[in-house]
């Protein structure tokens, strides 16, 4: 795929809470809770050796107010806070492999919507427009070329054979339709 590699991609709390399967944010691992800007390491148990409080410490500011690990975080600063703090094993790598995939998608298509420019909107809302009228229309002998009634219908339809798709809501497409077919029928 191209674009962003999974180390560019960022990590915020709820994709660190579930690659890493938190259920428990205040009570994750032996000594670190999960909050919205990061991971913080809560104080230690009593009892430990100086060699175990030490280990289970490290701290990469060496200030236990401030997180361990800051959310967003790239992939490549989890896998290290990971590899520091033993959870490494924590993540499902097919689990990862999706949430990357995911995510590079999304952001792919922000970029291509972003990218999308005044001519190709034009062309895009004209074919809109144009299949709208299509299934609308009648043949030249009088017969209806769909089983559609109405744009509400045809909406319907859409919003009721894709409902989890991006992009398509009832609002969206009620607002894409109107200026389609405005398009569409100016002289």
């Not at 361990?68 to 975080?73: E, G």
């Not at 909107?121 to 009634?149: D, Q, R």
Request: hydrophobic share 40%; proline share 5%.
């Amino acid at each position: 795929m191209k674009g962003k590699d999974a180390s560019s991609l960022n990590v915020g709390y709820s994709d660190f809470t579930k690659l890493c399967r938190v259920s428990d944010p205040e009570d994750w691992g032996l000594c670190l809770s999960i909050r919205e800007d990061g991971v913080y390491l809560k104080e230690l148990p009593a009892g430990l050796e100086p060699a175990e409080r030490a280990a289970l410490s490290v701290h990469p500011t060496g200030n236990l107010k401030d997180p361990v690990l800051r959310f967003p975080c790239t992939v490549d600063q989890l896998q290290f806070f990971l590899e520091e703090h033993g959870g490494y094993g924590s993540i499902d790598p097919f689990d990862m492999a999706d949430w990357a995939f995911k995510k590079a998608l999304a952001s792919q298509v922000a970029n291509a919507e972003a990218a999308l420019g005044p001519r190709q909107e034009t062309t895009y809302l004209n074919i809109i427009g144009g299949l709208i009228e299509l299934m609308l229309g009648e043949s030249p002998a009088g017969k209806k070329l769909s089983v559609y009634e109405n744009s509400a219908a045809i909406i319907d339809a859409l919003l009721a054979k894709y409902e989890n798709v991006y992009g398509i809501t009832k609002r969206t497409l009620d607002e894409k339709f109107a200026v389609a077919k405005k398009r569409i029928s100016a002289p």
